[in-house]
């Protein structure tokens, strides 16, 4: 059973070009859950997602980010005209419906993104 | 409003020796959790251990274990026997619980732990 599956691990962009993040849930699970981490600093949320759903983008910057889940394929993470204070790690966990209580949220490796 | 707070600045502790890493929280809620996760250099984020707000022991996974103090609002992460393998960045956690099946966590900024043979 895998678990959250993330790509790319890293991704190089150059100032003003669109960074796309890919998140594949858990099996069964149909929400999702993007955090962005910056150097030195803790995760923060950015945004839940059900499946052709934002839920809560209360974390999300207003310009540039966008997020989908689509019924069918991954959820993306979507930056454009990407500038150097964006890069970070940028982390993806999913969930199944519902709360889950005492479960923790499963976390993908994350995607390393490096502006240049 | 930081939710929690983790201040320690990097620790170094001798392997085999115990570590208690501080977290405080903030919140209203009657009914919350609290999350550690461990991240080490590889970048992965690990899950240790969870204690509930209503949960009336302390929690313990292994090695670990949480020193809850609920009055004072703290969730402290005691690692007993370092080993190597446990430097890391560890970060504490909590959920709250919006309505609607919302199960997001919100992080601290984490605390550094180097064990040294």
């Known amino acids: 059973n895998a678990g959250v599956m993330q790509n790319p691990r890293h991704l190089v962009r150059r100032r003003g070009q669109e960074a796309r993040l890919r998140c594949s849930p858990m099996?069964?699970?149909?929400?999702v859950y993007w955090y962005r981490q910056l150097p030195e600093e803790g995760l923060k949320f950015m945004v839940y997602l059900q499946k052709e759903n934002i839920i809560d983008e209360s974390g999300m910057p207003k310009e540039r980010f966008s997020a989908e889940f689509p019924k069918e394929g991954p959820s993306i993470l979507r930056i454009q005209q990407v500038v150097r204070g964006d890069s970070a790690a940028y982390f993806c966990?999913?969930?199944?419906?519902?709360?889950?209580?005492?479960?923790?949220?499963?976390f993908g490796n994350g995607t390393r993104l490096t502006v240049t | 409003a930081q939710k929690i707070t983790q201040t320690q600045p990097g620790m170094f502790v001798q392997e085999k020796e115990a570590v208690t890493l501080d977290c405080t929280y903030d919140?209203?809620?009657?009914?919350?959790?609290l999350f550690w996760y461990k991240q080490p250099s590889s970048g992965e984020m690990i899950f240790l251990i969870y204690?509930?707000?209503?949960?009336?022991q302390n929690a313990t996974e292994g090695r670990y274990s949480l020193n809850f103090q609920k009055a004072r609002k703290s969730a402290n992460l005691v690692i007993s026997a370092s080993q190597l393998g446990d430097s890391a960045m560890y970060f504490c956690a909590m959920r709250e619980h919006p309505p609607g099946g919302n199960n997001r966590l919100a992080f601290g900024k984490g605390n550094q732990v180097v064990v040294i043979p």
């Open positions: 204690q509930g707000s209503y949960d009336e």
């Open positions: 919140t209203s809620d009657q009914s919350y959790g």
């Open positions: 966990a999913s969930s199944p419906p519902g709360q889950i209580g005492d479960s923790p949220l499963h």
């Open positions: 099996k069964g699970h149909s929400h």
